[in-house]
């Protein structure tokens, strides 16, 4: 019953867009229909981090095709989106509003482009790829210029203006951020600068998943004697503990190995030269690294890949190619994205909507402002739009205060299941029992709120506690009492 609770949502979204878009100047209406059209879109997944962090590689990993390039070209210098589509093609949205094809050099993205970078607003690749269908992938060229988090910052990455890897996290409903071995100031400061611009029901850690990029290459070489792997998620542990607030989580993920399974480049004659090192000591073996054939077999593996494969590819492609998708942390990833990202996507694309609209609405100098924020206001305080208030604190009492029992019931609400099963009542129970049963629940989580020790906990208490009257009303009507 309660499904079509994030459908409710964007009902309510669309007419909020109704109402508001007539009171804004001209000039701004467009932008803020893109933000509606968007709703109706899968995801959107963007893939930022430094450059060279390994974004295309992972990019190209997940949807399973080499079609990113990974060198230093013009494209490796534009953002680049990936939506689902057939037949596979390109184009390129220039600047100046108009767009051109852009040919597919053996499946893949060519290096040069033709056009210089700065021509270029995005480049829009579409591809029969299954994962496409639920996930629209935004690969952007690299974080190094990030600037002051303030208001006006904020305006531009959510009204398209400023730098174009932020300006594509604005445009983005939930982020991959690629880290190093240790998150830096600025990288910290970009997650703040994303959270800003997802409006003020940012969902923070809901949204952003710290990926600890190019695991294979933990450790200290290959003298270690532990596992790149171990080393990377002890590393991603202390990571995720420290940014709760920012990220839902840290994944230590090796793009390149994801990449070299998963993309048909491991051949029979690939494995066998792999396969070929096996038995040589690994300190001869790091002795002739300089060996072009062990280079080429490192750009494909890494160090790691080809040092540890060499006993698996004894067994055959097939084998090592299924080692190197097991150890990669790929699947880790899409476990995260498949429970957490997809089936929250519309609340997800509803609080970006929402917050663009907001900021529009906030313009200075906007015609008939006042009325805009009031109507913004009137629907954020709609019983339709409460989805957004319980994801907001699941995200507040998950960061911080993790250990309270009401994360766990806000996180029922948020994934929408039965209301049986949020109230812990068998299938008997009609729904009179249900509506005391959630009245009762209601009165508890509002005493929950009165007595908490976190500022977290007292929003989240008030929260639930309209979660559990709004529900006891809904049953009821249903019931059509
Ligand atoms: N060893 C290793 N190398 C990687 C990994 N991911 C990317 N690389 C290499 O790092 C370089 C930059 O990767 P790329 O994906 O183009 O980075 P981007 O600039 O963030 O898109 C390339 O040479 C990749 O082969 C990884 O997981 N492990
Ligand atoms: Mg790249």
């Given at each position: 019953?309660t499904?079509?609770?994030?459908?409710?949502?964007?009902?309510?979204l669309?007419?909020l867009?109704?109402?508001?878009?007539p009171?804004?100047p001209?000039?701004e209406?467009?932008?803020?229909?893109?933000?509606?059209?968007s709703l109706?879109?899968?995801?959107?997944?963007?893939?930022v981090g430094?450059?060279?962090?390994?974004?295309?590689?992972?990019?190209?990993?997940l949807?399973?095709?080499r079609?990113?390039?990974?060198?230093?070209g013009?494209?490796?210098?534009?953002?680049t989106?990936?939506?689902?589509g057939a037949?596979?093609?390109?184009?390129?949205?220039?600047?100046?509003?108009?767009?051109?094809?852009?040919?597919?050099?053996?499946?893949?993205?060519?290096?040069?482009?033709?056009v210089?970078?700065?021509?270029?607003?995005?480049?829009?690749v579409?591809l029969?790829?299954a994962?496409?269908r639920?996930?629209?992938?935004?690969?952007?060229?690299?974080?190094?210029?990030?600037?002051?988090?303030?208001?006006?910052?904020?305006?531009?990455?959510?009204?398209?203006?400023?730098?174009?890897s932020?300006?594509?996290?604005?445009?983005?409903?939930?982020l991959?951020y690629?880290?190093?071995?240790?998150?830096?100031?600025s990288?910290?400061?970009?997650?703040?600068?994303f959270?800003?611009?997802?409006?003020?029901?940012?969902?923070?850690a809901?949204?952003?998943?710290?990926i600890?990029?190019?695991?294979?290459r933990?450790?200290?070489g290959?003298?270690?004697?532990?596992?790149?792997?171990d080393?990377?998620?002890d590393?991603?542990?202390?990571?995720?503990?420290?940014?709760?607030?920012?990220?839902a989580?840290v994944?230590?993920?090796s793009?390149?190995?994801a990449?070299?399974?998963?993309?048909?480049?491991?051949?029979?004659?690939?494995?066998?030269?792999?396969?070929?090192?096996?038995?040589?000591e690994s300190?001869?073996?790091?002795?002739?690294?300089?060996?072009?054939?062990?280079?080429?077999?490192?750009?494909?593996?890494?160090?790691y890949?080809?040092?540890?494969?060499?006993?698996?590819?004894?067994?055959?492609?097939?084998r090592?190619?299924?080692?190197?998708?097991?150890?990669?942390?790929?699947?880790?990833?899409?476990r995260?994205?498949?429970?957490q990202?997809?089936?929250?996507?519309?609340?997800l694309?509803?609080?970006?909507?929402?917050g663009a609209?907001?900021?529009?609405?906030?313009?200075p100098?906007?015609?008939?402002?006042?009325?805009?924020?009031a109507?913004?206001?009137?629907?954020v305080?709609?019983?339709?739009?409460?989805?957004?208030e319980?994801?907001?604190?699941?995200?507040?009492?998950?960061?911080?205060?993790p250990?309270?029992?009401l994360?766990?019931?806000?996180?029922?609400?948020?994934?929408?299941?039965?209301?049986r099963?949020?109230?812990?009542l068998d299938?008997?129970a009609?729904?009179?029992?249900l509506?005391?049963?959630a009245?009762?629940?209601s009165a508890?989580a509002?005493?929950?709120?009165?007595?908490?020790?976190?500022?977290?906990?007292?929003?989240?208490?008030?929260?639930?506690?309209?979660?559990?009257q709004?529900?006891?009303r809904?049953?009821?009507?249903?019931?059509?009492?």
């Amino acid at each position: 019953m309660t499904k079509g609770r994030p459908a409710a949502v964007l009902e309510r979204l669309h007419r909020l867009y109704d109402e508001v878009i007539p009171l804004l100047p001209e000039a701004e209406r467009s932008v803020a229909e893109q933000a509606r059209s968007s709703l109706g879109e899968p995801l959107r997944l963007a893939v930022v981090g430094r450059v060279s962090s390994g974004k295309s590689t992972l990019v190209n990993a997940l949807v399973r095709r080499r079609i990113a390039p990974t060198s230093a070209g013009e494209c490796t210098r534009v953002v680049t989106w990936y939506r689902f589509g057939a037949p596979d093609r390109a184009e390129l949205h220039l600047t100046d509003g108009t767009t051109r094809p852009v040919r597919l050099v053996d499946g893949g993205l060519p290096e040069e482009l033709g056009v210089s970078a700065e021509k270029v607003d995005r480049l829009v690749v579409h591809l029969s790829s299954a994962p496409l269908r639920r996930l629209t992938l935004i690969d952007t060229p690299g974080l190094d210029t990030l600037t002051a988090r303030n208001e006006a910052a904020t305006r531009r990455a959510i009204l398209g203006e400023g730098d174009a890897s932020q300006r594509a996290a604005g445009e983005a409903d939930a982020l991959l951020y690629l880290i190093g071995d240790a998150a830096r100031r600025s990288d910290v400061d970009f997650l703040a600068d994303f959270h800003a611009s997802s409006g003020s029901l940012s969902a923070t850690a809901l949204n952003a998943v710290g990926i600890l990029a190019q695991a294979d290459r933990f450790g200290s070489g290959p003298f270690d004697p532990r596992n790149p792997f171990d080393v990377a998620r002890d590393v991603a542990a202390g990571l995720a503990d420290t940014h709760r607030a920012e990220l839902a989580a840290v994944i230590p993920v090796s793009g390149l190995l994801a990449e070299t399974a998963r993309t048909g480049r491991i051949s029979e004659s690939l494995a066998r030269r792999v396969a070929d090192l096996a038995g040589e000591e690994s300190v001869a073996l790091s002795l002739r690294r300089q060996d072009p054939d062990l280079q080429d077999l490192y750009r494909i593996f890494g160090p790691y890949g080809v040092s540890a494969g060499r006993e698996q590819a004894v067994g055959g492609a097939a084998r090592l190619k299924s080692w190197c998708e097991s150890v990669c942390g790929i699947e880790d990833l899409e476990r995260l994205a498949r429970s957490q990202l997809v089936p929250r996507a519309d609340l997800l694309k509803a609080i970006r909507a929402l917050g663009a609209l907001g900021a529009l609405a906030a313009r200075p100098g906007a015609d008939r402002r006042e009325q805009a924020l009031a109507l913004v206001e009137a629907a954020v305080l709609d019983p339709a739009m409460h989805p957004l208030e319980e994801l907001r604190a699941l995200h507040a009492v998950t960061s911080q205060a993790p250990t309270s029992p009401l994360g766990g019931q806000l996180a029922g609400f948020v994934d929408d299941p039965e209301p049986r099963t949020l109230l812990g009542l068998d299938v008997t129970a009609d729904a009179g029992e249900l509506a005391t049963a959630a009245r009762r629940r209601s009165a508890e989580a509002t005493r929950v709120a009165a007595l908490a020790v976190s500022p977290a906990e007292a929003v989240a208490g008030r929260v639930l506690a309209r979660s559990y009257q709004l529900l006891a009303r809904r049953v009821l009507a249903e019931e059509g009492r």
